[in-house]
């Protein structure tokens, strides 16, 4: 079984900063691609920023050159230093893991489009 566990949400005034963490547990041999998405009240949840396992990045536009995503492969954790906050950042966030290659009893599997249970992240203004 693998699973997803994100740390790091809080509260914080604009301008501020936070880090994320995603930390994917189980018997994982490699993930392919990790990210982070964020869904606001009322809104649809919206890709932030993602990770191959090769580094390659991609943020969306509201958060270029504010946000980094970063990742440890040997740890299969996801990171994502939040810089600069504004209100409209306010939101879950939600940790995914798409790809994964897991052993389990000499059993491979492969998991796909897994969600962490999301972190609450505030910002006042």
């Known amino acids: 079984q693998v699973q997803l566990v994100e740390s790091g949400g809080g509260l914080v005034q604009a301008g501020g900063s936070l880090r994320l963490s995603c930390v994917a547990s189980?018997?994982?041999?490699?993930?392919?691609?990790m990210g982070w998405y964020r869904q606001a009240p009322g809104k649809q949840r919206e890709l932030v920023a993602s990770i191959t396992s090769g580094g390659r990045t991609n943020y969306a536009l509201p958060v270029k050159g504010r946000f980094t995503i970063s990742r440890d492969n040997a740890k299969n954790t996801v990171y994502l230093q939040m810089n600069s906050l504004k209100s409209e950042d306010t939101a879950v966030y939600y940790c995914?893991?798409?790809?994964?290659?897991?052993?389990?009893?000499?059993?491979?599997?492969?998991?796909?489009?897994?969600w962490g249970q999301g972190t609450q992240v505030t910002v006042s203004s």
């Open positions: 995914n893991a798409d790809h994964i290659t897991a052993q389990a009893m000499g059993v491979m599997n492969v998991f796909y489009n897994l």
């Open positions: 189980g018997s994982i041999i490699s993930i392919n691609v």
